[in-house]
């Protein structure tokens, strides 16, 4: 049985998806699988994977084809997330997405001329676009930021810090949330930037982290950057909403890297308890070890089954939004708390092996913890799940 994939499901996939799948499949276990770990200890990746997944339409997924996008629905990001998740290496994927938070704000707020000059160069691999949202202070309450803009003739004037940011070592263009009314401390003074990479007086310093070694995470500080005015995204001091909007998809994306991470150490473990015999029998026939591995298989199939359905009813509008936010935020939580359950069962029953890096299950366990933070951390998404349901 391939714990990595649920039987065929023609209601929600496609020929067209599975057709995917199987290029994205062939590619990660030749071209990423074989390298993650020297990656890893490296913490980089090449900069040229970029182009290369950009070839294979990854990049472009749901973006205008004037862009050089390849429009689709939601079950094509599905489709990379559970291909990305064999690789076992979260860091690489995060790096190699960092675009799917960034340009979505330029897409739907900016102006003809900022799309033309950002977007197609990183659809096709060859710019690396990050979001700069959180800072020191605070990452949660987004409507708290205190990075500056102060508008000086046909420039904005930038001050302050951003933190954790993904690929914001590497980033040629960064989507920053900045605040243009210093009146305003909450929401309504909040707009989105887009500042360059060679912008002088932006300073970028790399994060020693917990996982996702391969991942560029950076800590950025701008002294007074001249930013043209022309790179603002959409109106000012209406940034909070345009940095919101994109959470849907993002969420989902997460829940269904949880599970899939989730299966991978189930994978793992299924074929290490086979293997694996102690005072004459093989572990996968103690009932003991049996139970944990059922125990997995339950969590991951509830998580996988339930983002499916959440993705159907997001991409036909099926629900009320604020049910359906709601019901994504706990999704995300769901399926994160597989991924990590999966990955402490998993270790364990590897024994030694388990805590040795080289192991996906070992890298895992490092990882899960990012999960359960970006993108919105578990106390925030229960938070937001129960103002969504009016509770
Ligand atoms: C590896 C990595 C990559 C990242 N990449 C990016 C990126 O590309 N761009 C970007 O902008 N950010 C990025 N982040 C930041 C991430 O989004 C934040 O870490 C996250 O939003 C939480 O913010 P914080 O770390 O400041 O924690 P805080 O907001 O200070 O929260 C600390 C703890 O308190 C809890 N908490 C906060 N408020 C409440 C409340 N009201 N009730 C109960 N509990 C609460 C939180 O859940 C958390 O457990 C990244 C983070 C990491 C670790």
């Known amino acids: 049985m391939d714990f990595l994939e649920a039987p065929p499901l023609p209601f929600y996939f496609t020929p067209e998806h ?14 990423i699988s074989p390298h993650v770990a020297e990656w890893d200890e490296a913490e980089t990746f090449p900069r040229e994977l970029y182009a290369r997944i950009a070839a294979l339409g990854v990049q472009g997924l749901g973006y205008p084809e004037a862009y050089g996008g390849t429009p689709c629905d939601v079950f094509h990001n599905i489709v990379v997330a559970e291909e990305f998740a064999r690789c076992g290496a979260g860091g690489l994927q995060a790096s190699l997405n960092s675009h799917s938070i960034a340009l979505p704000p ?15 160069p990183v659809l096709a691999g060859q710019k690396i676009a990050a979001l700069a949202v959180t800072e020191p202070s605070g990452g949660s309450d987004v409507a708290a930021l205190r990075t500056t803009a102060v508008r000086d003739g046909d420039h904005y004037v930038v001050n302050g810090e951003k933190t954790f940011i993904t690929s914001g070592m590497r980033a040629d263009f960064i989507t920053t949330a900045v605040r243009t009314n210093p009146a305003n401390k909450g929401a309504g003074g909040i707009s989105v930037l887009v500042i360059d990479g060679d912008t002088p007086g932006l300073s970028r310093t790399s994060l020693k982290k917990m996982g996702w070694w391969s991942s560029d995470t950076a800590h ?28 849907n998809t993002e969420r989902l994306f997460m829940a269904a890297l949880g599970y899939s991470f989730a299966a991978v150490c189930l994978e793992e473990a299924v074929d290490w308890t086979r293997q694996r015999t102690t005072f004459g029998v093989p572990l996968s026939e103690r009932q003991v070890v049996r139970h944990k591995l059922m125990d997995m298989a339950m969590r991951i199939e509830a998580s996988r089954t339930l983002v499916y359905d959440l993705a159907y009813r997001f991409e036909h509008k099926l629900d009320d939004p604020a049910r359906l936010v709601a019901r994504i935020c706990l999704a995300k939580v769901q399926a994160t708390q597989a991924m990590q359950f999966c990955a ?11 805590f040795m890096r080289g192991t996906r299950s070992e890298r895992i366990y490092r990882e899960v913890k990012v999960m359960m933070i970006g993108g919105g951390s578990e106390e925030i998404m229960k938070d937001l799940a129960a103002r969504q349901l009016g509770r």
Do not use: H, W, Y
Request: glycine share 8%; charged share 25%.
């Open 18 to 31: 599975e057709q995917f799948r199987a290029t994205l499949r062939s590619f990660i276990s030749r071209e």
């Open 220 to 247: 950025l500080r701008f002294d007074n950057c001249r930013v043209p005015a022309s790179n603002l995204v959409g109106v000012e001091n209406e940034g909070f909403k345009t940095i919101m909007n994109n959470f």
């Open 106 to 120: 330029i897409l739907r707020a900016g102006s003809e001329v900022l799309k033309a000059r950002v977007i197609p």
């Open 344 to 354: 402490d069962q998993a270790v364990q029953l590897l024994g030694g092996m388990g």
